[in-house]
């Protein structure tokens, strides 16, 4: 016989309280007394009482739960954001619900925000690149629903809470060419994705700045396969490069390994850095120089800023926010096979030096 789950009758009898009472313990009114709610809390642990949350949609309360709309969860970045936001919310006493659609048609995007208000949601976290206009005909078109959004152009007019882009790319190529490298090769992602040409945008104008080109460029679409097979195709194109810039770390693995399957040890023959500072990357082969984003501090900033601007009414806009990002130097980078360290990184070498015997 399957056993039947305590009712809020059965813990207004364990506590010997009305049903009524009850619910106003669980609704946080103030017109309990202290004894009465002590009851009816021991009752609700005794009895391992779960409230009804569809019950309380119906009725019109509010649910205590925020929306996630990503794209796969199979991507390192994706799924360490979600883990975030589920931790942050949770220990504000939100549930998070979670929706993943294709991020190529904004009719999924839509069709997951009706889904998600179905269910009563407060607000939504949105994780799809999306141009600066359909995140603002997205926010428009669901005006009862507060939309905070991830992965947007800086410039977008949407509250959004993301990365920089500039940090972690301009500090790479300064470290490539202090290093002595002048021919750079970039792996971007996907031309769909908002981030990767941001991130692509900003190596180009570090680049230009010290009077620079990229000698051969290509995109993957994020996955440890096709950073090897872009790489394999840079190669076969007999283009010189002793630096490649990757837009994320899984891509930069792939080129790793197919630069190493070529006879071309990284870093003597090729410099490369990743991006992202995925866990992993710190024990590749060699360990990968890349450029780190807190992902739990964006987590926490998009739930804090999404539950404050609720907390002020649901305004559409808020207090959006750029998180920065720095590059995180590892053992994939070196002088280029028949260069010399410029006398830039000479003297950045001999202020860690010093630094070091200070202490």
């Not at 390994?257 to 024990?283: K, R």
């Not at 002020?312 to 130097?329: D, E, F, K, N, W």
């Amino acid at each position: 016989m399957k056993h039947k789950n305590p009712t809020l009758d059965d813990v207004a009898r364990q506590a010997g309280v009305s049903y009524q009472t009850v619910s106003r313990v669980l609704n946080g009114s103030a017109h309990v007394a202290e004894a009465t709610r002590a009851r009816v809390e021991d009752a609700i642990k005794t009895l391992n009482y779960v409230p009804n949350q569809m019950a309380q949609q119906l009725a019109g309360k509010r649910g205590c739960t925020l929306g996630l709309i990503t794209a796969s969860l199979g991507f390192h970045a994706p799924s360490q954001i979600a883990s975030a936001i589920k931790g942050v919310a949770g220990q504000c006493g939100y549930n998070v619900l979670i929706a993943m659609t294709d991020q190529q048609h904004a009719t999924g995007l839509q069709d997951a925000l009706n889904e998600l208000k179905a269910q009563r949601v407060e607000g939504v976290i949105i994780n799809l690149p999306l141009e600066a206009e359909s995140a603002a005909q997205i926010v428009a078109a669901n005006p009862e629903l507060l939309c905070l959004f991830l992965d947007v152009p800086p410039d977008a007019g949407v509250f959004h809470v993301m990365f920089n882009p500039g940090d972690g790319t301009r500090a790479s190529v300064d470290h490539l060419y202090r290093l002595g490298h002048r021919d750079f090769a970039l792996l971007a992602g996907p031309q769909e994705s908002v981030s990767a040409r941001q991130r692509l945008l900003s190596w180009q104008q570090a680049l230009k700045h010290y009077g620079l080109q990229p000698v051969s460029t290509a995109q993957g679409d994020w996955n440890a396969a096709s950073g090897y097979r872009c790489m394999v195709t840079m190669r076969q194109a007999q283009v010189a490069f002793t630096a490649v810039l990757v837009a994320n770390d899984q891509m930069a693995l792939g080129a790793v390994s197919a630069l190493q399957q070529q006879q071309l040890a990284v870093p003597e023959h090729v410099s490369v850095i990743g991006y992202d500072d995925t866990e992993d990357s710190a024990y590749f082969l060699p360990a990968l120089t890349t450029v780190s984003q807190d992902f739990n501090r964006l987590g926490q900033e998009a739930v804090n800023r999404l539950l404050a601007r609720l907390a002020q009414g649901g305004a559409a806009r808020g207090p959006s926010m750029m998180l920065p990002t720095h590059l995180v130097v590892r053992h994939s980078t070196a002088a280029p096979p028949d260069g010399k360290p410029s006398l830039g990184l000479l003297a950045d070498n001999l202020q860690r030096i010093a630094a070091l015997l200070r202490r």
